[in-house]
Protein backbone atom coordinates (compact mmCIF):
# COMPACT_ATOMS: atom_id res chain seq x y z
CA UNK A 1 0.00 0.00 0.00
CA UNK A 2 1.39 2.83 -1.20
CA UNK A 3 1.35 6.22 1.15
CA UNK A 4 1.57 9.33 0.75
CA UNK A 5 2.13 12.47 3.55
CA UNK A 6 -0.17 15.81 2.76
CA UNK A 7 2.33 17.76 4.01
CA UNK A 8 0.54 21.01 3.77
CA UNK A 9 -2.03 20.33 5.75
CA UNK A 10 0.03 18.36 8.27
CA UNK A 11 1.66 21.59 8.97
CA UNK A 12 -1.77 23.44 9.11
CA UNK A 13 -2.85 20.96 11.84
CA UNK A 14 0.60 21.42 13.86
CA UNK A 15 0.62 25.05 13.27
CA UNK A 16 -3.01 25.43 14.68
CA UNK A 17 -2.02 23.34 18.01
CA UNK A 18 1.26 25.56 18.60
CA UNK A 19 -0.76 29.33 18.01
CA UNK A 20 -3.34 27.88 20.48
CA UNK A 21 -1.66 26.34 23.15
CA UNK A 22 1.57 29.00 22.90
CA UNK A 23 0.39 31.25 26.25
CA UNK A 24 -0.48 27.54 28.03
CA UNK A 25 3.00 26.60 27.72
CA UNK A 26 4.78 29.66 28.82
CA UNK A 27 2.52 29.86 31.98
CA UNK A 28 3.74 26.14 32.77
CA UNK A 29 7.50 27.20 31.87
CA UNK A 30 7.46 30.18 34.20
CA UNK A 31 5.86 28.30 37.34
CA UNK A 32 8.51 25.60 36.04
CA UNK A 33 11.70 28.50 36.29
CA UNK A 34 10.24 30.00 39.21
CA UNK A 35 10.61 26.50 41.58
CA UNK A 36 13.90 25.82 39.93
CA UNK A 37 14.73 29.85 41.19
CA UNK A 38 14.65 28.87 44.69
CA UNK A 39 15.01 25.01 44.53
CA UNK A 40 18.47 25.07 46.55
CA UNK A 41 18.08 27.85 49.22
CA UNK A 42 17.26 25.20 51.67
CA UNK A 43 15.67 22.04 52.93
CA UNK A 44 11.84 23.29 52.74
CA UNK A 45 13.01 25.46 49.57
CA UNK A 46 14.32 22.00 47.94
CA UNK A 47 11.03 20.42 49.22
CA UNK A 48 8.54 22.89 47.63
CA UNK A 49 10.31 23.42 44.64
CA UNK A 50 10.26 20.29 43.55
CA UNK A 51 6.78 19.54 44.19
CA UNK A 52 6.02 22.59 42.10
CA UNK A 53 8.34 21.42 39.56
CA UNK A 54 6.24 18.38 39.38
CA UNK A 55 2.74 20.14 39.29
CA UNK A 56 4.54 22.02 36.41
CA UNK A 57 5.46 19.43 34.64
CA UNK A 58 2.29 16.98 34.88
CA UNK A 59 0.12 20.13 34.49
CA UNK A 60 1.69 20.82 31.22
CA UNK A 61 0.99 17.45 29.52
CA UNK A 62 -2.19 16.49 31.25
CA UNK A 63 -3.62 20.64 30.19
CA UNK A 64 -1.95 19.91 26.69
CA UNK A 65 -3.55 17.03 25.88
CA UNK A 66 -7.15 17.90 27.00
CA UNK A 67 -6.65 20.74 25.09
CA UNK A 68 -5.18 19.06 21.56
CA UNK A 69 -7.35 15.58 22.02
CA UNK A 70 -10.23 16.11 24.12
CA UNK A 71 -11.52 19.31 23.65
CA UNK A 72 -11.05 19.21 19.94
CA UNK A 73 -13.85 16.67 19.81
CA UNK A 74 -15.96 18.68 22.54
CA UNK A 75 -15.98 21.28 20.81
CA UNK A 76 -16.70 19.25 16.97
CA UNK A 77 -13.36 20.48 15.56
CA UNK A 78 -12.46 17.08 14.14
CA UNK A 79 -16.26 17.26 12.15
CA UNK A 80 -13.73 19.91 10.48
CA UNK A 81 -10.75 18.30 10.26
CA UNK A 82 -12.33 15.21 9.18
CA UNK A 83 -13.57 17.43 5.75
CA UNK A 84 -10.03 18.08 5.34
CA UNK A 85 -8.14 16.05 2.30
CA UNK A 86 -6.63 14.13 4.65
CA UNK A 87 -6.22 10.38 6.12
CA UNK A 88 -5.97 9.25 9.94
CA UNK A 89 -2.52 8.70 9.23
CA UNK A 90 -2.07 12.26 8.24
CA UNK A 91 -4.06 13.40 11.60
CA UNK A 92 -1.48 11.40 13.91
CA UNK A 93 1.92 12.73 12.24
CA UNK A 94 0.17 16.07 13.13
CA UNK A 95 -0.82 15.06 16.10
CA UNK A 96 2.33 13.35 17.13
CA UNK A 97 4.54 16.51 15.62
CA UNK A 98 2.18 19.27 17.51
CA UNK A 99 2.07 17.52 21.18
CA UNK A 100 5.26 15.88 21.01
CA UNK A 101 7.35 19.62 20.63
CA UNK A 102 5.12 21.15 22.50
CA UNK A 103 5.68 18.68 25.46
CA UNK A 104 9.25 17.66 24.69
CA UNK A 105 11.10 20.82 23.59
CA UNK A 106 9.67 22.88 27.40
CA UNK A 107 10.20 19.47 29.35
CA UNK A 108 13.60 19.36 27.95
CA UNK A 109 14.28 23.20 29.15
CA UNK A 110 13.13 22.28 31.83
CA UNK A 111 15.46 19.16 32.80
CA UNK A 112 18.37 20.88 31.74
CA UNK A 113 17.84 23.43 33.86
CA UNK A 114 16.90 21.35 36.73
CA UNK A 115 20.30 19.69 36.26
CA UNK A 116 22.17 22.83 35.72
CA UNK A 117 20.78 24.17 39.12
CA UNK A 118 21.94 20.70 40.76
CA UNK A 119 25.32 20.89 39.11
CA UNK A 120 25.53 24.89 40.18
CA UNK A 121 24.51 24.63 43.35
CA UNK A 122 25.33 22.83 46.92
CA UNK A 123 22.76 20.21 45.96
CA UNK A 124 24.40 17.28 45.99
CA UNK A 125 25.03 15.91 42.03
CA UNK A 126 24.12 12.29 43.48
CA UNK A 127 20.51 13.17 42.93
CA UNK A 128 20.78 12.97 39.12
CA UNK A 129 20.60 9.51 37.99
CA UNK A 130 17.16 9.88 39.94
CA UNK A 131 15.92 12.90 38.23
CA UNK A 132 16.81 12.01 34.43
CA UNK A 133 14.80 8.49 35.86
CA UNK A 134 11.76 10.64 37.30
CA UNK A 135 12.40 13.06 34.30
CA UNK A 136 11.79 10.34 31.77
CA UNK A 137 8.68 8.85 33.59
CA UNK A 138 6.65 12.06 33.32
CA UNK A 139 7.59 11.85 29.69
CA UNK A 140 6.12 8.29 29.55
CA UNK A 141 3.16 9.30 31.61
CA UNK A 142 2.82 11.99 28.57
CA UNK A 143 3.39 9.59 25.38
CA UNK A 144 1.04 6.95 26.90
CA UNK A 145 -1.94 9.17 27.78
CA UNK A 146 -1.34 10.69 24.17
CA UNK A 147 -1.04 7.45 22.60
CA UNK A 148 -4.22 6.05 24.58
CA UNK A 149 -6.41 9.70 23.23
CA UNK A 150 -5.21 8.61 19.72
CA UNK A 151 -6.37 4.52 19.78
CA UNK A 152 -9.36 5.13 22.16
CA UNK A 153 -10.78 8.67 21.43
CA UNK A 154 -12.53 8.55 24.79
CA UNK A 155 -12.43 11.52 26.86
CA UNK A 156 -13.16 9.17 29.83
CA UNK A 157 -10.34 6.52 28.85
CA UNK A 158 -8.22 9.67 29.01
CA UNK A 159 -9.09 11.20 31.91
CA UNK A 160 -8.60 7.86 33.09
CA UNK A 161 -4.96 7.13 32.31
CA UNK A 162 -4.25 10.82 33.19
CA UNK A 163 -5.35 10.10 36.80
CA UNK A 164 -3.65 5.91 36.99
CA UNK A 165 -0.37 7.32 35.83
CA UNK A 166 -0.31 10.75 38.52
CA UNK A 167 -1.15 8.18 41.06
CA UNK A 168 2.23 6.03 40.34
CA UNK A 169 4.27 8.81 40.35
CA UNK A 170 4.87 8.40 44.46
CA UNK A 171 4.99 4.90 44.43
CA UNK A 172 7.33 5.21 41.74
CA UNK A 173 9.83 7.44 43.59
CA UNK A 174 9.63 5.07 46.87
CA UNK A 175 10.29 1.54 44.39
CA UNK A 176 13.42 3.91 43.12
CA UNK A 177 14.83 5.46 46.52
CA UNK A 178 14.82 2.03 47.77
CA UNK A 179 16.70 0.35 44.65
CA UNK A 180 20.03 -0.39 46.93
CA UNK A 181 22.09 0.67 43.43
CA UNK A 182 20.29 4.04 43.27
CA UNK A 183 19.49 4.77 47.27
CA UNK A 184 23.31 4.47 48.28
CA UNK A 185 24.08 7.07 46.04
CA UNK A 186 21.60 9.63 45.92
CA UNK A 187 23.36 11.87 48.34
CA UNK A 188 26.42 11.50 47.17
CA UNK A 189 28.86 14.13 45.80
CA UNK A 190 28.54 12.59 42.31
CA UNK A 191 26.88 10.91 40.04
CA UNK A 192 26.76 7.20 39.69
CA UNK A 193 25.41 6.15 36.36
CA UNK A 194 25.97 2.14 37.16
CA UNK A 195 24.01 -0.69 35.20
CA UNK A 196 20.68 -0.29 37.51
CA UNK A 197 19.89 3.47 36.43
CA UNK A 198 21.12 2.83 33.20
CA UNK A 199 18.91 0.13 33.02
CA UNK A 200 16.02 1.43 34.73
CA UNK A 201 16.89 4.45 31.87
CA UNK A 202 16.86 2.00 29.23
CA UNK A 203 13.63 0.85 30.02
CA UNK A 204 11.85 3.85 30.22
CA UNK A 205 12.90 4.45 26.68
CA UNK A 206 12.28 1.54 25.33
CA UNK A 207 8.23 2.09 26.65
CA UNK A 208 7.95 5.43 25.51
CA UNK A 209 8.70 4.12 22.03
CA UNK A 210 6.16 1.86 22.49
CA UNK A 211 3.79 3.74 23.12
CA UNK A 212 4.07 6.40 20.21
CA UNK A 213 4.18 2.89 18.20
CA UNK A 214 1.29 1.37 19.49
CA UNK A 215 -0.58 4.68 18.19
CA UNK A 216 1.06 4.72 14.74
CA UNK A 217 0.02 0.95 14.56
CA UNK A 218 -3.57 1.79 15.91
CA UNK A 219 -4.30 4.31 13.16
CA UNK A 220 -2.80 2.92 10.46
CA UNK A 221 -5.11 0.33 10.19
CA UNK A 222 -8.03 2.65 10.28
CA UNK A 223 -9.84 4.01 6.88
CA UNK A 224 -11.37 6.89 8.03
CA UNK A 225 -11.73 8.87 11.19
CA UNK A 226 -14.59 6.96 12.91
Known sequence: MNYSLNAPIVKILIHKDWYLLR????????????ALSFISLGEWQFVMGTTLLFSMVIGLGNHQ?????????????????????????????????????????????????????FLLTPIPDGILPITIIGALYFMLCYCL???VGM????????????????????PMFYIIFRVPDIAQYVWSPEPHWNSTAISIIACLLALIVVAIL?????????????
Open 23 to 34: KLIALYMTGALL
Open 65 to 117: LTNTIINERKEQTLPLIMSLPIAPSDYVVAKLIANMTLFVIPWGVVVSATIAV
Open 145 to 147: TWS
Open 151 to 170: ISESEGVVLFVMVFTNCLIG
Open 214 to 226: AAFYSQARKETFL
